[in-house]
């Protein structure tokens, strides 16, 4: 009973600085619904002159990049402000308490990721939810498409959380990774299609995202959604996501055991 | 005899870094071909403390107090050397290691910023697995002493240096850990907060029996809290033991300064070393003889001013380094 | 000169981490082929976007991305005030004899500019080729005002928002938001989008003002405009002069200034 009131503690710290801040939680409502409504409103214009391009129609265009827009909270509140980032600890030396403590340091790390996309999920869903009523998406393409939408999500946010806690542990020792963690982000969202549909650019470019772990975390799954990829041709990307899990896995934990092994702690 | 809580044995730690060779061309060829530097940050250090003893650490900026104590609370892992805390290798468990000690570093904290400080007692008293009822009691015990109810509903941002250092204190105690390690606790304070966290300190210890190991650089500190010191200068050990002995061998012993009204009739007292301008000044080592010239000095009425000072620790300390690198180059 | 030597040492201190500095730079070419990719994407895949030639809207995306070349260079500390101000750095700089602003900017040098450069030359290059226009000295001189405008209107928004960081971090994260919204959809011709998102776009955060209004004037797209030609025309003009009112609001903000406790 402990073990799970330890871990529900440690999961809902970043979803806390949010919810105690009241001004916070509505900043994000209409930060998200003045987004929600901005890019419904161009990809609609867009598609005035052309009715399909890409392969995608208006209707499966607008979910695209709606449910796109929803991506950047499945990430979890800002950190950064609550001098609460791995980064942070690893430069003001704070990051010894994580030793200091009958928590595994990466499981902290790991549960703590787990609020943090827990609770953006939670606002993506309300977002969807609302976007839905109001018509502005289209409903799954098939049950199948859905199902193997949430699947495919599922897999997607593990290697985002990967991605991001590999870049997190490296600073043990590079002691700054603004730039590994900028590339991470731009990349990530570029070829997750957050900046314009994969569909839109050129074959290379669709070939060389293939083998990337990031399109997985919401190219695949959207592209399930509005049924761009068919429920039958989903298994390759099923099993390139999977491939990634395993591998970004095992090289996770190796990190983990040599920064157990060299905590570099700032100051005297 | 009392077991010993901490040990220490020939401990070493280096780190490796890269440098930067100077000027712009130094800095690209740092760039792509970067200087490997070794730093011994801890040499050779041995000591051990035993059960509710009060161990102070001292030393200089950089001598390596804090390296040690990195190791002996299993943060950081020897490079050589063995240590043991309640009779365990630190680093090597370090989640049982964690609920037997507590720590606090004086510079950084380990509440969570952004959250009220009680939020993060509460976050700590689930992390540690401590039971509503102990965690309530000790709570009310902590509040008690350091008087943290009058901000432990703040965020530490909103906090000042003593009322985040005072919220660290408890924090390190919610789970009554019997063995407790501060580093530089009182730094940056002011003095009546000093004095709170020194009287925390000093009953956690006597009252409580917990063995604390403390490094500081405030003399005042020592003088109050520990009976025993060792003194640390470049990763090695100069000193170790009491701290009367310490005064005794390397003190320069006791001063007072006496300014007596005009046309006084001076005292026929021993020690007097000399006079500056109205000032009389009396020296000596034997404590008793310092208290028996206050004693006739304290009788008369025409002493303007008084000055009493014990061995000014600091002094005693660089006597100690002076002695020790003379022998060292003796010896080589 | 003082400013030059700020530069040089915070290039310096970037360098220190080394594999750092490369990626940073990475980071800056890697996005600028991004948005450029996106263009081009943009102008094949939707040809005739409201009734303009895929040069006039190229150069709307070249525009914006030169403007924001030049505000990522000389204004990203505006972006920096919370974090600066959480560390109490600004105690410091209130204590210097320069303007707070001024070190503001000056405290760090956005490195991912540097692979930027190159790309956004190849954008305007580009765009320029692509129009047919006659290209007189008035054109050209009227083009880098334009960029100019974009740069004033970034920096003009950012800091007007970063001003509000002095006192309140989470500003910090309206910063990052607006910023994500003027990269998105500053990239269009604006009368494409129906009246209420124009109105948010030319009146709440005026990006309009960046590309998309100079860019019409300059090629002459003044059919469908929703605001009077010589608006458009004037447009780098309310631009330096909504950065001057920014800086006047950051004046105000500073003089309420408190610092942070302990």
Do not use: K
């Given at each position: 009973m402990t073990e799970i009131r330890q871990a529900w503690r440690i999961a809902r710290t970043s979803a806390l600085y949010e919810?105690?801040?009241?001004?916070?939680?509505?900043?994000?409502?209409?930060?998200?619904?003045?987004?929600?409504?901005?890019?419904w409103c161009l990809w609609r214009a867009l598609y005035e002159a052309v009715p399909a391009s890409g392969g995608l129609d208006r209707g499966q265009a607008v979910t695209y990049t709606v449910l796109g827009?929803?991506?950047?909270?499945?990430?979890?509140?800002?950190?950064?402000?609550?001098?609460?980032?791995?980064?942070?600890?690893?430069?003001?030396?704070?990051?010894?308490?994580?030793?200091?403590?009958?928590?595994?340091?990466?499981?902290?790390?790991?549960?703590?990721?787990?609020?943090?996309?827990?609770?953006?999920?939670?606002?993506?869903?309300?977002?969807?939810?609302?976007?839905?009523?109001?018509g502005l998406i289209g409903l799954p393409a098939s049950a199948a498409a859905a199902a193997l939408f949430a699947l495919t999500l599922l897999l997607g946010q593990m290697v985002l959380y990967y991605l991001l806690a590999l870049v997190d542990v490296a600073c043990f020792w590079t002691l700054q990774n603004f730039g590994v963690l900028a590339i991470i982000r731009l990349v990530q969202n570029l070829f997750a299609g957050a900046i314009v549909p994969l569909w839109?650019?050129?074959?290379?470019?669709?070939?060389?995202?293939?083998?990337?772990?990031?399109?997985?975390?919401?190219?695949?799954?959207?592209?399930?959604?509005i049924g761009r990829i068919e429920p039958s041709g989903a298994g390759r990307y099923v099993l390139v996501q999977v491939v990634w899990v395993v591998l970004l896995a095992v090289v996770l934990r190796r990190f983990w055991r040599r920064a157990d092994q060299q905590v570099v702690v700032q100051g005297g | 005899m009392r077991s010993q809580a901490i040990e220490a044995a020939g401990l070493r730690k280096v780190f490796h870094s890269t440098s930067r060779r100077p000027g712009v061309l130094g800095g690209l060829r740092s760039l792509v071909a970067p200087e490997r530097v070794t730093t011994v940050a801890v040499d050779d250090v041995s000591f051990s403390v035993s059960e509710g003893e009060l161990l102070a650490l001292l030393g200089p900026n950089g001598a390596g107090k804090s390296t040690t104590i990195k190791m002996l609370s299993g943060v950081l892992v020897p490079s050589e050397g063995r240590c043991r805390v309640a009779?365990?290798?630190?680093?090597?468990?370090?989640?049982?290691?964690?609920?037997?000690?507590?720590?606090?570093?004086?510079?950084?904290?380990?509440?969570?910023?952004?959250?009220?400080?009680?939020?993060?007692?509460?976050?700590l008293r689930d992390i540690f697995r401590v039971g509503d009822d102990a965690y309530r009691k000790r709570l009310d015990e902590l509040e008690g002493l350091l008087e943290l109810s009058g901000f432990w509903r703040q965020r530490p941002r909103h906090m000042s240096l003593g009322q985040r250092v005072r919220c660290d204190l408890a924090a390190a105690l919610l789970h009554d850990p019997a063995i407790i390690f501060l580093d530089e606790p009182t730094i940056g304070m002011d003095a009546v907060v000093k004095e709170q966290v020194r009287e925390f300190i000093r009953y956690q210890t006597a009252e409580r029996g917990r063995t604390i190991l403390l490094t500081t650089h405030d003399m005042a500190e020592v003088s109050r809290l520990a009976s025993r010191v060792v003194l640390i200068n470049e990763g090695r050990v100069v000193y170790d033991g009491g701290l009367a002995d310490l005064q005794r061998e390397y003190g320069s012993g006791w001063k007072v300064r006496v300014t007596y009204a005009p046309d006084?009739?001076?005292?026929?007292?021993?020690?007097?070393?000399?006079?500056?301008g109205d000032e009389h000044r009396y020296a000596g080592t034997d404590p008793a003889g310092q208290r028996d010239l206050l004693r006739r000095l304290l009788d008369r009425d025409d002493v303007e001013d008084l000055q009493a000072h014990g061995d000014d620790l600091e002094e005693v300390m660089a006597e100690v380094y002076r002695r020790r690198s003379a022998a060292i180059e003796v010896a080589s | 000169m003082l400013t030059w030597r700020f530069i040089t040492l915070s290039i310096k201190s970037a360098m220190e981490y080394r594999t750092d500095f490369f990626l940073m730079i990475a980071v800056g070419a890697i996005w600028q082929v991004t948005v450029a990719v996106f263009a081009t994407v943009l102008i094949t895949r939707f040809p005739g976007l409201g009734g303009w030639e895929s040069g006039a809207v190229l150069l709307i995306v070249a525009v914006r991305m030169a403007g924001h070349l030049l505000a990522a260079a000389l204004f990203m500390g505006t972006r920096q005030v919370a974090g600066l101000t959480m560390e109490g750095r600004i105690d410091a700089f209130l204590l210097r004899p320069m303007p707070v602003y001024r070190q503001v900017m000056l405290n760090s040098f956005h490195v991912p500019v540097l692979g930027d450069v190159v790309v956004t030359g190849l954008m305007l290059a580009t765009a320029v080729r692509l129009l047919t226009l006659d290209w007189t000295a008035w054109r050209i001189g009227y083009l880098v005002v334009a960029v100019l405008g974009t740069m004033l209107l970034e920096a003009a928004v950012q800091t007007f928002l970063g001003s509000f960081a002095l006192r309140h971090p989470t500003a910090k994260l309206w910063q990052e938001w607006t910023e994500d919204l003027m990269a998105t959809f500053g990239n269009y011709p604006?009368?494409?989008?129906?009246?209420?998102?124009?109105?948010?776009?030319?009146?709440?955060?005026?990006?309009?003002?960046?590309?998309?209004?100079?860019?019409?004037?300059?090629?002459?797209?003044?059919?469908?405009?929703p605001v009077p030609v010589w608006v458009a025309a004037a447009s780098p003009a309310i631009s330096l002069v909504l950065f001057l009112a920014s800086l006047g609001w950051w004046s105000i903000q500073l003089r309420r200034y408190e610092s942070v406790g302990g």
């Open positions: 919810v105690l801040q009241p001004g916070r939680l509505a900043g994000v409502a209409v930060q998200l619904s003045l987004q929600i409504f901005l890019t827009t929803l991506y950047g909270r499945l990430r979890g509140p800002d950190r950064g402000l609550a001098r609460d980032t791995v980064v942070q600890h690893v430069r003001e030396g704070s990051i010894l308490y994580w030793y200091l403590r009958p928590v595994m340091p990466r499981r902290y790390h790991w549960l703590r990721a787990v609020g943090d996309q827990a609770y953006g999920f939670g606002w993506a869903l309300l977002a969807y939810l609302a976007c839905l009523s109001f839109f650019l050129p074959g290379w470019f669709q070939t060389l995202s293939s083998w990337l772990p990031f399109e997985a975390s919401l190219h695949v799954p959207i592209s399930l959604y | 009779g365990q290798v630190p680093h090597l468990d370090r989640r049982a290691n964690a609920q037997r000690i507590g720590a606090v570093f004086g510079q950084r904290s380990q509440l969570w910023w952004d959250l009220p400080a009680l939020e993060s007692f509460a976050m006084a009739a001076l005292p026929e007292v021993s020690g007097l070393t000399g006079t500056v | 604006l009368h494409i989008l129906p009246s209420l998102a124009r109105t948010v776009f030319l009146y709440v955060l005026p990006i309009g003002l960046c590309g998309y209004l100079p860019v019409a004037f300059l090629t002459g797209n003044t059919a469908r405009l």
